[in-house]
């Protein structure tokens, strides 16, 4: 198995990082999920629009010698955070992207994002681009024989203890249900991760004015100054690395 991640910080793994501060994610624990002996390469960058993950880490992952004989992608997420969202040009994105991989003879799984909306300001707006987003990307993976995770419709992970503190990126728990379900749907049957109810999520007001100083705010300044948290970064593994099975 040689399996190949691109998208954007989901695929990254921002939100469950590892002692050492770097990310682990979804991706790296489907990679060491896979039953026997697995390369595995993520292109995937914090803060890439669509058509930066199509243009540049697409080509990247289908140039890897042997060629992927897996591969996801995600993305969308970054584009449906800015206003004036093109879902039209999104949706023709995606359709090219889908075309390329299939063509080659690879195995396609395409991810649609958490849905964060309920906590995000804006949300409302964000859920509506992501419900169309979402059923576009499912009538084109039927369309041209990829297959769709659709994580974007998972009602458990909307719930408050799948997210880190910026309510934007899953935590740890909410990686590992992401992983559930995609090697469920790779055929390796596995429950998926779900987290004690706990107590009912407090909304106070200092917490509020927290969370926007320490997370809106400085979003909103690096969309000012036109910068990225993914500004100097590449992806994790840029060539194929061998996994240990868990």
């Given at each position: 198995?040689?399996?190949?991640?691109?998208?954007?910080?989901?695929s990254?793994?921002?939100?469950?990082?590892?002692p050492?501060g770097?990310?682990?994610?979804?991706?790296?624990?489907v990679?060491?999920?896979?039953?026997?002996?697995?390369?595995?390469?993520?292109?995937?960058?914090r803060?890439?629009?669509?058509?930066?993950?199509?243009?540049d880490?697409?080509?990247?992952?289908?140039?890897?010698?042997p060629?992927?004989?897996?591969?996801?992608?995600?993305?969308?997420?970054?584009?449906?955070m800015?206003?004036?969202?093109?879902?039209v040009?999104?949706?023709?994105?995606?359709?090219?992207?889908?075309?390329?991989?299939?063509?080659?003879?690879?195995?396609?799984?395409?991810i649609?994002?958490?849905?964060?909306?309920?906590?995000?300001p804006?949300?409302?707006?964000?859920?509506r681009?992501?419900?169309?987003?979402?059923?576009?990307t499912?009538?084109?993976?039927e369309?041209?024989?990829?297959e769709?995770?659709?994580v974007?419709?998972?009602v458990?992970?909307r719930?408050?203890?799948?997210?880190?503190?910026?309510?934007?990126h899953?935590?740890?728990?909410?990686?590992?249900?992401?992983?559930?379900?995609v090697?469920?749907?790779?055929?390796?049957?596995?429950?998926?991760?779900?987290?004690d109810?706990?107590?009912?999520e407090?909304?106070?007001?200092?917490?509020?004015?927290?969370?926007?100083?320490?997370?809106?705010?400085p979003?909103?300044?690096?969309?000012?100054?036109g910068?990225?948290?993914?500004?100097?970064?590449?992806?994790k593994y840029?060539?194929?690395?061998?996994?240990?099975?868990?």
């Amino acid at each position: 198995m040689r399996y190949a991640a691109v998208g954007d910080s989901f695929s990254e793994g921002m939100g469950d990082e590892l002692p050492d501060g770097s990310p682990r994610g979804w991706t790296d624990l489907v990679a060491a999920g896979l039953p026997g002996d697995v390369q595995y390469a993520n292109f995937a960058i914090r803060g890439r629009l669509l058509a930066s993950i199509v243009a540049d880490q697409l080509p990247a992952a289908l140039a890897l010698d042997p060629k992927p004989t897996l591969l996801t992608l995600n993305g969308g997420g970054n584009d449906m955070m800015r206003p004036g969202t093109d879902t039209v040009r999104l949706i023709a994105l995606l359709e090219q992207a889908i075309e390329r991989v299939v063509d080659a003879g690879i195995r396609l799984v395409v991810i649609s994002g958490a849905d964060p909306s309920q906590r995000l300001p804006f949300g409302a707006s964000i859920r509506r681009k992501g419900e169309i987003l979402t059923e576009a990307t499912r009538e084109l993976a039927e369309r041209h024989g990829a297959e769709l995770v659709d994580v974007f419709h998972d009602v458990e992970i909307r719930r408050a203890p799948y997210w880190s503190a910026d309510r934007l990126h899953l935590n740890a728990a909410g990686h590992q249900r992401v992983a559930g379900l995609v090697l469920t749907q790779l055929g390796y049957a596995q429950a998926a991760h779900a987290v004690d109810p706990g107590p009912a999520e407090t909304r106070r007001v200092l917490v509020e004015a927290r969370y926007y100083r320490e997370h809106v705010l400085p979003w909103v300044q690096r969309r000012l100054q036109g910068r990225s948290s993914g500004d100097d970064r590449t992806g994790k593994y840029l060539d194929w690395t061998s996994i240990k099975p868990s």
